[in-house]
């Protein structure tokens, strides 16, 4: 145990040395920052409309503008051309202008079906808007209801968007936690620190974990900061604990694969990317993937991982569902382990 | 131009020595084969709003057409029979909203929308308006609107029709290439770089008659070669030749783009973990432009500032052609600037940077 601490404290030691512990604690943090600026955007919006707002095609209505504003991104033009360029480039998006000649808005779709010169977003707000002002007598033909039934309202009001951020970042500390266990494990051997740490008293055991607490400090201490700042502390935080916990047996056995299979840091930095190739995979897998087809990759321990925190912070987890999830994820890392075990204790010695 | 050339030679022999050039076209490979045979082409589409329509107006509608059927049906909208079943579809799928459509004694119409509990005021009243609008077009006998109100209002679009249904694996090739190779440079100069220092090579090569430009640009030319050999065992068995040189272009611009980063980092960093913590932030900021790739309604103009949705863009527009190949070209030319920029400034800071460690 006192081995144990001791090398804990020499890694720290020598991570803020190398000011690998302030980039430790840094790069996760603009990590974090990005997210939080990033995801309120993608649920901010529901489209773009590009607007002619200058000359003789300017729209110049600003009741609708701001009807049009309350649920859509407004982006202003000069010209008809220059919207039209915008309808061509990449996203999607409607364009509208004012045609003085007829009298009458012009809503540009980049692509409708054959014939439709009706329907378009623009063009039911301005219909609306006009019918309502010209026969304000005029009575509505739908009465509208809205509302949330109640089968549905136990569920989280937190938009899936919103939840992504959390599964992401942790998801991509474990890939950071084991970039480190991996490189320090290479750089030891390297530097021929290893071999110095064979004849001291430490074992190879008290070695490996010792290399892996401060990393684990930072994803724990990491897993609240990213709670608090993506606004997901409703959650059930020891449900999120525990995942995580959990999760660090991925980092360990990438980190050992990373440290043994890596002769060298070009080595290690491969490895180390196909891996973060095969969690890309996975997380695509999951998020693109329906539902009927998401078996294609439950053989990768980061499918489970993302899965079971969607649930958390989707709030609709159980402690069961967490158990048997968590469970599967381990199992497969343990499986993981024991195909690569001679590989990694052969790469380790 | 001779020192570039062995200095190449040997960046290859010992990038193949040190498995990192196998293990990229070994994956590609793994990859290349689940696209092809694992990876479905047709996927069935999450359903997002399940629609119990008990008037048939909207529904009829909809059908009348067989594109207008199909258009419906990609938005994943879901026609059912009674509103538990549209209650039971919201509750197996968390992103699906409900709608209820049933006609009043009055003669007017009762629409119910149904919302999860995360679901935003704006989409509540965007739905009110259109259901307003739609069945004051659809009631019978020509609607409610006066002509006028049509008149208000023209509807153009630059093209007619719906755009071929493109196969799911195919979709999902351009993020594919983008992480797998177009990433490439910025994971393997830093390594390639930290190779070098801790074998101490990179002060012999001050004695040695090649100047760290000629290294660096070795180092860039290994990269291109890995990059152009990985691209071309994921793209061709999936595409064949069409679009090869465009796709090709667009990817190592990228590539250059992604090494010269690179270089900037292996030169600051003398630590490889160090340099690798920032490769990896720079991974998930390049990531972002995906989600505008797959959800093309979220395009705010600031995420045109992250090169990669140029190449996430100008590959999508290579792959699928639909009258947008300009973004191909808009792509190349803002690549080629950001990467004659980068490559000035990667040498100039790695020769710095280089000079005062030695």
Redesign the interface.
């Known amino acids: 145990m006192k081995q144990l601490i001791e090398m804990f404290f020499f890694d720290v030691k020598m991570n803020f040395k190398?000011?690998?512990g302030a980039?430790?604690i840094i790069?996760p943090m603009?990590?974090l920052i990005?997210l939080r600026t990033?995801l309120p955007?993608?649920?901010s919006?529901?489209?773009?409309f590009a607007i002619v707002t200058k000359g003789p095609n300017a729209v110049v209505d600003q009741e609708l503008i701001e009807s049009l504003d309350?649920?859509a991104?407004i982006?202003t033009y000069d010209s008809i051309k220059d919207m039209?360029q915008k309808?061509?480039?990449?996203?999607?998006?409607e364009g509208l202008y004012w045609?003085p000649a007829?009298q009458?808005?012009?809503?540009?779709?980049?692509?409708?079906?054959?014939?439709?010169?009706?329907?378009?977003?623009?063009?039911?707000?301005?219909?609306?808007l006009?019918?309502q002002k010209?026969?304000s007598d005029?009575?509505?033909?739908?009465?509208?209801?809205?509302?949330?039934?109640a089968?549905?309202?136990d569920?989280?009001?937190?938009?899936?968007v919103a939840t992504m951020g959390g599964s992401?970042f942790i998801v991509?500390m474990i890939?950071?936690t084991a970039?480190?266990i991996g490189?320090?494990v290479v750089?030891d051997k390297?530097y021929g620190t290893d071999k110095a740490l064979r004849v001291s008293p430490l074992s190879k055991a008290d070695y490996f974990i010792g290399k892996s607490i401060f990393p684990l400090f930072v994803m724990a201490l990491y897993t609240i900061i990213a709670l608090l700042m993506l606004g997901l502390m409703h959650v059930n935080i020891l449900q999120v604990y525990l995942v995580v916990l959990s999760s660090f047996t991925i980092s360990l056995l990438f980190g050992l694969l990373i440290g043994a299979l890596g002769?060298?840091?070009?080595?290690?930095?491969?490895?180390?990317?196909?891996l973060?190739?095969v969690l890309?995979?996975a997380i695509?897998g999951g998020t693109?993937?329906?539902?009927?087809?998401q078996w294609?990759v439950w053989w990768s321990p980061f499918y489970w991982i993302y899965d079971i925190l969607e649930e958390i912070f989707?709030e609709?987890a159980t402690w069961g569902s967490i158990a048997w999830e968590s469970a599967v994820m381990v199992g497969l890392t343990m499986l993981y382990f024991m195909l690569l075990r001679k590989k990694i204790i052969k790469g380790l010695s | 131009m001779k020192r570039i050339g062995n200095l190449f030679k040997k960046d290859i022999i010992l990038g193949i020595k040190d498995v990192f050039i196998l293990l990229e076209l070994g994956f590609a490979v793994f990859i290349v084969l689940l696209l092809l045979f694992v990876i479905p082409e047709n996927i069935e589409k999450d359903k997002t709003a399940y629609i119990y329509d008990a008037t048939t107006l909207v529904k009829n509608f909809v059908h009348s057409t067989a594109e207008s059927a199909e258009a419906q049906s990609r938005k994943g909208s879901y026609y059912v029979d009674s509103r538990e079943e549209v209650i039971k579809g919201m509750e197996e799928d968390e992103l699906a909203v409900g709608l209820i459509i049933t006609e009043k004694k009055n003669g007017t119409y009762r629409v119910e929308f149904l919302t999860q509990p995360y679901t935003k005021n704006s989409i509540v009243q965007d739905v009110e308006v259109e259901m307003e609008d739609l069945m004051s077009i659809l009631k019978p006998q020509g609607g409610i609107y006066p002509p006028d109100v049509y008149k208000s209002v023209k509807v153009n679009s630059l093209q007619q029709g719906l755009r071929d249904e493109l196969p799911f694996n195919l979709r999902l090739l351009p993020t594919i290439l983008m992480y797998m190779v177009g990433i490439l440079g910025l994971f393997a100069m830093v390594s390639l770089i930290g190779q070098e220092r801790s074998d101490a090579t990179i002060r012999a090569l001050r004695v040695s008659p090649a100047s760290m430009w000629e290294f660096l640009i070795s180092k860039h030319l290994l990269l291109l070669a890995t990059g152009f050999a990985t691209f071309s065992i994921l793209y061709l068995p999936m595409m064949g030749f069409g679009g090869y040189p465009e796709a090709l272009l667009l990817i190592i611009l990228t590539i250059l783009m992604g090494s010269s980063i690179g270089a900037i980092l292996g030169g600051l960093f003398d630590n490889p973990i160090g340099a690798i913590l920032w490769v990896l932030l720079l991974m998930i900021v390049l990531s972002l432009p995906a989600i505008s790739l797959f959800s093309p309604s979220f395009s705010p103009q600031w995420l045109k500032l992250i090169p990669s949705y140029h190449t996430l863009f100008g590959l999508d527009a290579v792959m699928f052609p639909d009258n947008n190949r300009h973004i191909i070209w808009q792509g190349v030319s803002i690549l080629a600037v950001i990467d004659v920029v980068l490559f000035a400034l990667s040498g100039l800071i790695f020769n710095k940077l280089i000079r005062k460690e030695a």
Do not use: C, W
Request: charged share 20%; no cysteine; glycine share 6%.
């Open positions: 190398s000011f690998m980039y430790m790069v603009v990590i990005v990033f955007s993608v649920q919006a529901a489209g773009t309350d649920f991104d982006e039209e309808l061509r480039g990449t996203g999607t998006a045609d007829a009458q808005y012009v809503s540009v779709r980049e692509r409708s079906l054959k014939g439709d010169t009706i329907f378009s977003v623009a063009s039911r707000y301005i219909r609306q006009y019918y010209n026969y005029a009575s509505r033909i739908t009465e509208f209801l809205h509302g949330v039934p089968e549905l309202s569920r989280t009001k937190t938009p899936p992401i991509f890939i950071v970039f480190i490189l320090g750089m390297e002769k060298n840091e070009n080595e290690a930095i491969g490895i180390g990317k196909l973060s190739m890309m995979l695509l693109l993937l329906p539902e009927n087809l294609l989707t609709t």
